[in-house]
């Protein structure tokens, strides 16, 4: 008998609480406008999805992704299909936690990745993509109880992967970005960067993956 796990809607799919089977991702994605589910890539459609329907991501062929969705909304009926990666906005699974700590007080600053998401954009005929855009979303945080401030300098690197009919592997491209924040005593805040990757007009690509990213803290000072 196949083990079955109850995820609540935070982890697997943001519509309500469903039991789904132990084996699905917890990769998501947001459909970009209204598509054709299908039973296998290029098989007999199954059924449709609207726009912004939130699916589980379980694997991919080719230019076809495999999906799972709660059908009806608002059921706990969840069905797997497939449909074009093209209308598909794929959200990746969450990274690590960072922390250093101010050499004074030992009180530390941490980091960690509350979201990634991987946003493509066609070219103008439609076949393949232009460019990509990783959107990270990060917390910064600190137990510093003193009545100073502590400054602290954070980064975030994004590692891409791509791919298409004429390339014989898939190809990385990376991009870093920093910032600094000032925390008093127990601050925490929110923020994201956005990562731009543009492909040659030379080069076909079809296909692109977040390969990692990760955000560390490159040093704390008290002020």
Known sequence: MQSVKCFVKSVVL????ACVPAA??????LTTAAVIVHATPDGKPSGTLKRGTLVGVLGTSGKWVKVMYINPPGTK????????????????PT???DCKS???TNAQVCISVSNKSLDCNPNFDGDGYRS????????????YTGGSYLDADIECEANIEHTGPEMYSWRSDSSTQDNNYSLYAYASQSDSFTFDF?????????????????????????W
């Open 95 to 97: 990274g690590a936690r």
């Open 132 to 143: 990509c855009e990783v959107t990270v979303d990060y917390d910064v945080s600190t137990d």
């Open 14 to 17: 943001v519509i309500s609480i």
């Open 102 to 104: 101010e050499y004074k």
């Open 198 to 222: 543009s492909f040659s007009s030379f080069e076909k690509v079809t296909r692109a993956k977040i390969d990692s990213v990760n955000c560390t803290v490159n040093s704390v000072n008290m």
């Open 24 to 29: 699905y991702a917890i990769v998501t994605g």
């Open 77 to 92: 009926q969840v069905k797997v299909g497939w449909i074009e990666s093209s209308r598909l906005y794929i959200r990746a």
